[in-house]
């Protein structure tokens, strides 16, 4: 065995099929080889190895083989322990190959066929819905029944045919995996009879003459070579030009002519079969040409630059020369066929009025002038534009503002609540304006009703008048699909087609500025056997040939100057162009867009959910029918409250001192806003009481206390009173960013500390009191205990089934009013509760140990019954337009009183009867 180092040379090639790959590997010497393979997706690594010592390995890989599926591998020769560098394939598709369709002779002629067909490999962009073969190798092309070659391409030209001689042709197709389609369908082709036919000449035009040369051209019908023979006599042709090239014209040049000589001269044109024709003989003089050119040209009175192109036609072979100021700044040589010539005209004078020739000259020496004065204005037009638009509607301000006045701004507006544009403006000069507007929003509708009429040697397409449109593109597949025709009616006669061919075809609308609409749905057309087989190509089309621009408006002015622009509904694009004397151009070019209608607010259209509220910060939820529109809320009139986006749903943002109005809506009209309500004025009656609560509602003092229950000591008994309440007005209006507002919402939110009621109500039965009585000798010693169940039912909007307590109620001690405390002898005696809980929290039991009795016993001899103030806060959701809302709910309740029994002489301990109701009330509710 040779050493490892000797292996030079390794040749890999994978054979692919569809669940199976055949890696082939070939070495100078003898080796065992180990393939290592993975799906590319996958770090799985499957192993497969021959070990048996060979120059020629084909090891198979099977395991885990998919179709259509992309591995990685790499080759190891195993006595070396060396591995090449990583390859892949993909194996084949579980596809099988397509027939082939659409078979057909593009040209042909005494001895070849061009044959073309339906590729198997379309574009999946432009055609999505054509089958399409992702392993396609090639194309097998039969003549007769036999194999005459292969073709990567949808195409191929078949030669060295005999002429007038039937052929059957016939394509399949082959995949990389070797395996071949089903034949298409036979085609027979028959090539032309020979050519014997004469390429037919035009007269020879003479293009220039001169003392000395002349040049003649020669066209024909067909490509041809050429042979001029001429001399100075009738019949005896002395000289010959020859044109070896191939061309329908050619253009011969005779020099060393000599002046006032008559000349005589013969064309002979041959094809390439070989078939000649010989012309008549014609004749002509040298230097017998005294006629000047013309120039066809203008020569502008102003520019706006120093150097500026003119532009013009002359007779062939003419020289152009360009003089300014008599200065010669460009010319054209007399050697050019063409009759074109574009010529600058270079360092003008712009402090004075220059003078600027154009001169020409033929062969024969005939001379002809243009001549012009020239003023150069490179100073553009000094233009200043005003428009006057509606007022846009300030926050707060009323939809029933007077807009009688209009505001004035520089330019042109980006959008504006009118269909109407007026524009006021100043020119310094005399100029041309002209000005346009499209709807850019307002597409041509889409064409109806496409059908196809099939005749001997065309189609006839008719389809459903479209309003509002001038013209109609016409589409016909090939590759890919292009525009062939723009028309003004709803039809079109194609005649470009072929026997058995099937065309496709659609339609789209077309505006005169360009704006086209959605092409209509595609049909397809056969043509039957009486088309021929004649040249169906088509040429594509420019569709910006056949846009007649934007309808444009023209004035001249010169200083001050007026508009008035009508536009649509959406996005419009207005272009104002005004140009002077020296076509030095201003251009005011601007998207505007116009809405009219102004948004509505659709949720909410009512605040009943919000009203009462137990915190003086609440959120707004909303929706607009106009996404982006600007959302306003006052409370009382004022701005109270801080925009929110609508992404941080369920943060609540604390009221601050740094307040906003307004909120912009999200894309799809949604939109939220913390407000801060006013709560400095309760109104338990008629005659409202000012107070100075803290505006987080936590602050101690005179005016505030424990959770606003009022613990202060002014105005406390309107605190403790549950009918105290701030009637808060709210007005939520939308103005869209035109200044266009929508009709408001009008409602109103009452703020109470403490509600007598709410959404919730709340059930303390004084029958399910635990105990019935407190004993006076329990208060002194301080083991009083007093304890009561609570029932929510909810109340609000929406489906009580919806109504959700969302954590354990929370129950606050109150201390009595002033005038309370005289009446029952104490301040406060409750501490804080034991509670228990049903699960849904909709059902609870508080039982309270009282302070100890501190005053004098004599004084509480006098009491007959305690009261105990309390108030229960908790947090809640409802279902409310589809969406789930929180909110939170402070009851105050002052009817929880109990008498007071004198006559039990305890020693110290809890009475048994009071413990068994205790439990029996704890376990009911329970």
């Known amino acids: 065995m040779l050493p490892v180092s000797f292996v030079d040379a390794v040749t890999i090639k994978p054979t692919l099929g569809k669940d199976s790959v055949v890696i082939n590997v070939d070495t100078d010497q003898d080796t065992r080889v180990n393939i290592r393979y993975n799906k590319r997706s996958s ?17 198979k890989l099977t395991q885990s083989i998919k179709p259509e599926t992309t591995y990685n591998y790499v080759v190891t020769i195993l006595n070396a322990n060396i591995p090449t560098s990583p390859g892949s394939f993909t194996t084949l598709d579980n596809v099988d190959p397509i027939t082939i369709t659409g078979l057909k002779s593009e040209s042909v002629t005494s001895s070849s066929v061009r044959l073309t067909w339906d590729t198997v490999t379309p574009n999946p962009n432009a055609f999505p819905d054509l089958p399409r073969d992702k392993d396609f190798d090639k194309y097998i092309i039969y003549r007769n029944g036999e194999n005459i070659g292969e073709a990567a391409n949808n195409e191929y030209t078949d030669m060295k045919l005999a002429a007038s001689t039937t052929y059957i042709y016939k394509v399949q197709e082959r995949d990389k995996g070797m395996i071949l389609g089903d034949f298409s369908s036979d ?8 050519d014997i036919t004469q390429p037919k000449i035009s007269d020879p035009k003479m293009l220039a003459l001169t003392d000395t040369s002349a040049s003649i051209q020669v066209t024909a019908d067909e490509e041809f070579n050429l042979t001029l023979s001429y001399g100075t006599a009738p019949q005896n042709y002395d000289k010959d030009q020859i044109i070896s090239v191939f061309k329908k014209e050619h253009v011969v040049s005779l020099t060393s002519l000599i002046k006032d000589q008559a000349y005589f001269y013969s064309v002979k044109a041959c094809d390439s079969s070989g078939n000649c024709f010989t012309s008549e003989e014609f004749n002509f003089v040298a230097g017998s040409d005294v006629t000047p050119p013309v120039i066809n040209a203008v020569i502008p009175r102003y520019v706006n630059d120093a150097n500026f192109q003119i532009t013009g036609t002359a007779e062939a072979f003419t020289a152009v020369e360009l003089y300014v100021n008599e200065i010669r700044t460009s010319h054209r040589g007399n050697n050019l066929p063409g009759s074109e010539f574009s010529l600058l005209a270079a360092n003008l004078d712009k402090s004075m009025i220059n003078k600027v020739r154009l001169v020409a000259e033929d062969l024969a020496g005939n001379k002809a002038e243009l001549e012009g004065e020239v003023e150069v204005d490179s100073q553009f037009p000094d233009v200043k534009i005003t428009t006057r638009i509606a007022p846009q509607v300030q926050a707060g301000q009323s939809s029933q503002a007077d807009n009688s006045l209009n505001a004035v701004i520089e330019g042109l507006p980006s959008k504006l609540a009118s269909n109407e544009l007026e524009i006021d403006g100043f020119v310094n000069e005399p100029v041309t304006i002209t000005y346009s507007t499209s709807n850019i929003d307002e597409k041509p509708a889409q064409v109806k009703n496409l059908n196809a009429t099939l005749e001997s040697n065309s189609v006839t397409l008719t389809w459903d008048k479209v309003i509002n449109v001038e013209k109609y593109v016409v589409y016909r597949a090939s590759s890919p699909n292009i525009p062939i025709a723009v028309v003004s009616s709803q039809t079109f006669k194609d005649n470009n087609v072929k026997s058995g061919t099937t065309y496709k075809y659609q339609v789209a609308a077309l505006r005169n500025d360009g704006i086209l609409g959605e092409p209509s749905r595609q049909i397809l057309a056969k043509t039957d056997g009486k088309a021929g087989e004649g040249n169906d190509a088509v040429n594509e089309i420019k569709i910006s040939d056949f846009i007649t621009s934007q309808e444009t408006n023209a004035l001249e002015a010169n200083g001050p100057f007026n508009l008035i622009l009508q536009l649509k509904e959406g996005k419009n694009s207005v272009a104002i162009t005004i140009v002077d004397k020296a076509n030095n151009k201003v251009e005011f070019k601007k998207e505007i867009f116009v809405d009219t209608i102004a948004p509505a607010i659709l949720e909410p259209t009512e605040l009943s959910f919000y009203s009462p509220s137990y915190l003086p910060a609440i959120e707004i939820k909303g929706k607009v029918d106009t996404p982006g529109a600007t ?40 939109f939220k806003m913390n407000i801060e309500l006013d709560k400095t004025g309760f109104s338990p009656d008629t005659n409202s009481k000012q107070l100075e609560l803290s505006r987080q509602g936590f602050g101690k003092g005179d005016y505030g206390g424990k959770a606003e229950a009022g613990s202060g000591t002014k105005y406390r008994d309107y605190q403790f009173d549950p009918k105290a309440f701030t009637r808060n007005e709210i007005r939520i209006i ?13 409602d109103f939110i009452e703020y109470r500390s403490c509600g007598e009621s709410g959404a919730w109500d709340i059930d303390i039965p004084e029958a399910e009191f635990t105990p019935t009585v407190v004993y006076s000798e329990h208060l002194i010693r301080g083991f009083a205990q007093f304890g009561f169940n609570m029932y929510f039912k909810y109340q609000g909007s929406g489906d009580p089934k919806d109504a959700r307590i969302l954590g354990e109620p929370t129950i606050t001690e109150l201390e009595l009013s002033e005038a309370d405390q005289k009446k029952f002898g104490h301040s406060q005696l409750l501490t804080s509760p034991q509670t228990t809980w049903s699960d849904d929290y909709k059902t609870g039991h508080a039982l309270y140990t009282l302070a100890k009795w501190t005053k004098d016993e004599k004084e509480l001899k006098k009491v007959k019954k305690l009261k105990f103030p309390i108030m229960v806060e908790f947090s809640y959701t409802q279902n409310i337009y589809g969406e789930e809302r929180r909110a939170t709910q402070k009851t105050c309740i002052d009817k929880t009183t109990i008498e007071v029994e004198h006559r039990l002489d305890a020693e110290g301990k809890i009475p048994e009867a009071f413990l068994n109701d205790a439990i029996g009330a704890i376990n009911q509710t329970l």
């Open 187 to 194: 085609l027979p082709v028959t090539t032309l009879d020979p």
């Open 43 to 59: 770090q799985d690594f499957i192993d497969e190895t021959d070990n048996e010592l060979k120059k020629k390995h084909s090891i």
């Open 631 to 670: 959302v306003m809320i006052l409370v009382n009139g004022k701005c109270s409250g801080s925009a929110v986006p609508t992404s941080l749903s369920g943060i609540f943002y604390k009221a601050t001192t740094d307040y906003r109005c307004k909120v912009t809506a999200d894309g799809q009209g949604n």
């Open 734 to 746: 939308a103005i869209d960013e035109n200044g266009l507002q929508s009709q408001e919402v009008k």
